[in-house]
């Protein structure tokens, strides 16, 4: 079965500028994670939501804002980029709220110049 | 504040050489407790969740136990191929979904 699918895997942007980071959930996963892992570090949460809902909440600059589609992909958009936003951005995925184990994605690599 | 500490936080062994990793965790409330498995530039990759105090689950030469406190991944007899970060995550059951991570223990198996 196929994984969770990220794009862009790779994006470079100037400070100040917008970017958006698209997740495509496995299939019949109807909650998505995001997290973001800077260098030498560990995964971050920022935001999940369950059912198109926000479901919870984490370390999520107010530059950025997320939601989640009808057929469960989720966008994540950036603004006002800063160099402090250079990082891995990972996309996770399961079945359901509760007890269940989340599968990530490749990541998309963030670079802001 | 929920918490996960790694230790060691990089652990260099001989290929066959079996040897253990910890996580120790301070949660309110502990929904399930994960092992991933982490490449360099690539996303985690699930390896088991442990549930409750006293729960073993084995994959290949991994094998990962639980306690009240702590988690012990335990490598047996690794190869090149087991070198990688190993990454333990908490989840909690006060409606929250988050993953908190551990820092990790960065795994090198030396042929």
């Known amino acids: 079965a196929a994984g969770v699918i990220q794009s862009p895997r790779h994006l470079i942007k100037e400070k100040r500028e917008t970017a958006t980071l698209k997740c495509y959930p496995i299939s019949r996963h109807d909650t998505v994670y995001w997290y973001q892992q800077g260098p030498g570090q560990d995964p971050q949460f920022l935001i999940s939501f369950y059912e198109k809902m926000q479901s919870d909440k984490g370390s999520i600059p107010d530059r950025f804002s997320a939601q989640q589609f009808s057929d469960y992909h989720s966008e994540l958009n950036m603004s006002s980029l800063e160099l402090g936003d250079s990082a891995l951005y990972f996309c996770?995925?399961?079945?359901?709220?509760?007890?269940?184990?989340?599968?990530f994605g490749p990541g998309t690599r963030l670079t802001v110049l | 504040e929920d918490q996960v500490t790694q230790s060691p936080e990089a652990l260099r062994l001989q290929e066959g050489e079996s040897s253990s990793l910890n996580c120790s965790y301070t949660v309110s409330g502990l929904r399930g407790l994960f092992w991933y498995r982490q490449d360099p530039g690539k996303g985690p990759e699930f390896l088991f969740t442990?549930?409750?105090a006293g729960e073993e689950k084995e994959k290949e030469r991994l094998k990962a136990t639980l306690t009240k406190k702590e988690s012990f991944l335990h490598i047996t007899a690794p190869k090149p191929e087991d070198s990688a970060t190993y990454l333990c995550a908490v989840g909690t059951n006060f409606g929250n979904e988050k993953l908190t991570f551990g820092t990790g223990t960065r795994l090198t198996i030396i042929p």
């Open positions: 996770a995925s399961s079945p359901n709220t509760g007890a269940n184990e989340q599968f």
């Open positions: 442990l549930y409750s």
